[in-house]
Nanobody, 125 residues
Framework: VQLVESGGGSVQAGGSLRLSCVTSGYSDSRYCMGWFRQAPGKEREAVSAIRSDGRTRYADSVKGRFTISKDISKNILFLQMNSLKPEDTAMYYC????????????????????WGRGTQVTVSS
């Protein structure tokens, strides 16, 4: 199994970025995917998650600004980030875990088993 993020960069406040995560080794019907972020000196926190049937969840801090999606045919997970703020500056990680459609996609770090290496997002004021 492998997760490889890309798309990070430096933008000014109010700008947009789209992160991508190429996945391999996952059976889509059995897995949830998520985006997390970690700023220097802070805990890794959930940003968004998506279940195999497309149900999504978002952290309150990004609702209305970020959109998670996936291209099943290409095994790519996306995070469209709009109206970026300096407080969005962090290393962003893609994660995956086996999950059931009986439950919402998880937003707790401990529930994810596989992680990418991250891509840096820097938002300047």
């Amino acid at each position: 199994v492998q997760l490889v993020e890309s798309g990070g960069g430096s933008v000014q406040a109010g700008g947009s970025l789209r992160l991508s995560c190429v996945t391999s080794g996952y059976s889509d019907s059995r897995y949830c995917m998520g985006w997390f972020r970690q700023a220097p000196g802070k805990e890794r926190e959930a940003v968004s998650a998506i279940r195999s049937d497309g149900r999504t969840r978002y952290a309150d801090s990004v609702k209305g600004r970020f959109t998670i999606s996936k291209d099943i045919s290409k095994n790519i997970l996306f995070l469209q980030m709009n109206s970026l703020k300096p407080e969005d500056t962090a290393m962003y990680y893609c994660a995956a875990t086996a999950c059931s459609r009986a439950f919402p996609p998880p937003l707790r770090r401990v529930e994810y088993t596989d992680w990418g290496r991250g891509t840096q997002v820097t938002v300047s004021s």
